[in-house]
């Protein structure tokens, strides 16, 4: 086991950062998350690094600044909702959901054991915290527009957010489900995209290119917005224009790299869906830890 490699505990890295400026506490999650996800995959044996570590900073800002929750209370009528619909990047849900309270870390390191709850793609009926399974590509943000919807009949505030992923958006459910929530005047829905440039099978322009983005969200019907998502200054007002928006749904385009914050998985396809064996974890965490 993967565990036996990693010579000491996870430290809490937000010990002793009490007042410290946000940006530097979404900061100092992020890396935690990141850490979480290489030791789960490892400790598995298989899962999906690459849109994972390239998803982190984006749910790490939902998680710990945006969405209204209540851990102890999953099931909260008017919580905010998130729907991560690339489900095959479970490993950051997971870490996010965990830190934020739903259930114990130490439960990560069960990651898609037989039994676990921490399956392959996440499943509404056995973790607390999660909005909708996932898993067929192109089907979240019709998941998240049926609660938008849901939220406007019964008059409640509560907003839902999903993020895609690029090679997601080729799926042909992503444009009715965009159509839809143009067409219901869904602003209480914000999505983002993870444009990392990377699907399974190669560079996503290069095996069936979804280009030009952003335009053609806002051909939609839809309010867009265009960010590095790596920079939480930007994550973060992202979201609050999109909490301002009336009248439309929101789509901030993300520019990620794929396996961000280890040096070896960065931009490869080849990370994808492989988890790293031990040494290869070994020196990404250690690079993690160092903020390489």
Not at 18 to 47: N, P, Q, V, W, Y
Not at 69 to 98: E, I, T
């Amino acid at each position: 086991m993967c565990t036996r490699y990693w010579g000491r505990a996870l430290k809490n890295i937000n010990n002793g950062v009490t007042g410290m400026d946000k940006i530097e506490e979404l900061k100092k999650k992020a890396k935690e998350i990141r850490i979480h996800i290489i030791k789960m995959l490892c400790e598995a044996g298989s899962g999906h690094p690459g849109g994972s570590l390239s998803a982190a900073d984006i749910v790490t800002a939902l998680y710990f600044h945006e969405l209204r929750l209540d851990p102890s209370r999953p099931d909260w009528p008017d919580r905010d909702r998130f729907v991560l619909s690339k489900g095959h990047a479970a490993p950051v849900l997971y870490a996010a959901l965990a830190e934020r309270g739903f259930f114990p870390v130490q439960e990560l390191m069960t990651l898609r054991r037989f039994g676990s709850r921490l399956q392959g793609h996440p499943d509404m009926r056995k973790l607390p915290g999660v909005e909708m399974s996932t898993g067929s590509l192109g089907q979240g943000l019709s998941a998240a527009n049926g609660m938008a919807l849901a939220a406007k009949i019964d008059k409640k505030d509560y907003r839902v957010y999903v993020l895609l992923g690029d090679g997601e958006v080729q799926e042909g459910q992503v444009w009715e489900a965009a159509m839809s929530a143009a067409h219901y005047k869904l602003d209480n829905v914000t999505a983002f995209l993870d444009h990392n440039g990377f699907q399974i099978d190669g560079p996503v322009r290069e095996v069936m290119s979804p280009e030009p983005l952003a335009e053609k969200w806002r051909a939609f019907g839809w309010h867009v917005i265009s960010i590095d998502g790596h920079d939480f200054k930007q994550i973060l007002a992202a979201l609050d224009e999109a909490r301002a928006v009336k009248g439309k749904p929101v789509m901030i385009v993300a520019e990620t790299v794929k396996g961000k914050g280890v040096s070896f998985m960065e931009h490869q396809v080849g990370w994808h869906g492989v988890a790293p064996k031990p040494g290869e974890a070994e020196r990404a965490l250690a690079e993690l830890e160092r903020g390489v």
